[in-house]
Antibody, heavy 119, light 111 residues
Framework: EVQLVESGGGLVQPGGSLRLSCVVS????????MNWVRQAPGKGLEWVSY????????YYADSVKGRFTVSRDNAKNSMYLQMNSLRDEDAAVYFC????????????WGQGALVIVSS | QSVLTQPPSVSGAPGQRVTISCTGS?????????VHWYQQLPGTAPKLLIY???NRPSGVPDRFSGSKSGTSASLAITGLQAEDEADYYC???????????FGGGTELTVL
């Protein structure tokens, strides 16, 4: 069974930092690209970042470029999102999602990690 | 303002058929990029419902179907059931923005 489990969410002050983790099981992690997708409270879905299977290709949404860094450790079946200089508008549930092609769809999602940005 | 436009809400009685539209432009759906649909039940993560316009992943009932034409796509749900009450999102790729884009989501209410 494919499983993706996020952790690391929490309350952080504006300007602060947080690191999210996504641990996967049930599939060969090092053969799949992965993504982070977020959902602000009561709002729709927004793609955040993409990382290829070997970390050679990385993309970011303009809204987070220069502040967020995605990485992965294939030996640990894990992906990470380092979030710096957090803003009020970064508050959201962050989902990790498995990729089925860089222009296509996300076939499995984690349950999400809640990030609250507030002073 | 989402790149893909969906109606904020639709509703239908049990057993009825409803459709949810997803309107894009020449840089996404109209450029030939596939449309995918996700179902998000209250308080849960999105789940892939339809991929590549009209394909259902294993386990998705055939009551759900998708179509695409020109710069738009649609999700149809027949034999509406109470358990279908959820938010539905369309998604595609935009060649101008060079990112994957979502619709704003449609809340389905089963009356």
């Amino acid at each position: 069974e494919v499983q993706l489990v996020e952790s690391g969410g929490g309350l952080v002050q504006p300007g602060g930092s947080l690191r999210l983790s996504c641990v996967v099981s049930g599939f060969t992690f090092n053969t799949y690209s992965m993504n982070w997708v977020r959902q602000a409270p009561g709002k729709g879905l927004e793609w955040v970042s993409y990382i290829s299977s070997g970390s050679g290709t990385i993309y970011y949404a303009d809204s987070v470029k220069g502040r967020f860094t995605v990485s992965r450790d294939n030996a640990k079946n894990s992906m990470y999102l380092q979030m710096n200089s957090l803003r009020d508008e970064d508050a959201a549930v962050y989902f990790c999602a498995r990729d089925r092609g860089s222009t296509t769809f996300f076939d499995f999602w984690g349950q999400g990690a809640l990030v609250i940005v507030s002073s | 303002q989402s790149v893909l436009t969906q109606p904020p809400s639709v509703s239908g009685a049990p057993g009825q058929r409803v459709t949810i539209s997803c309107t894009g432009s020449s840089s996404n759906i109209g450029a030939g990029y596939d449309v995918h649909w996700y179902q998000q039940l209250p308080g849960t993560a999105p789940k892939l419902l339809i991929y590549a316009n009209n394909n259902r992943p294993s386990g998705v009932p055939d009551r759900f179907s998708g179509s695409k034409s020109g710069t738009s796509a649609s999700l149809a749900i027949t034999g509406l059931q109470a358990e279908d009450e959820a938010d539905y999102y369309c998604q595609s790729y935009d060649s101008s923005l060079r990112v994957r884009v979502f619709g704003g989501g449609t809340e389905l209410t089963v009356l």
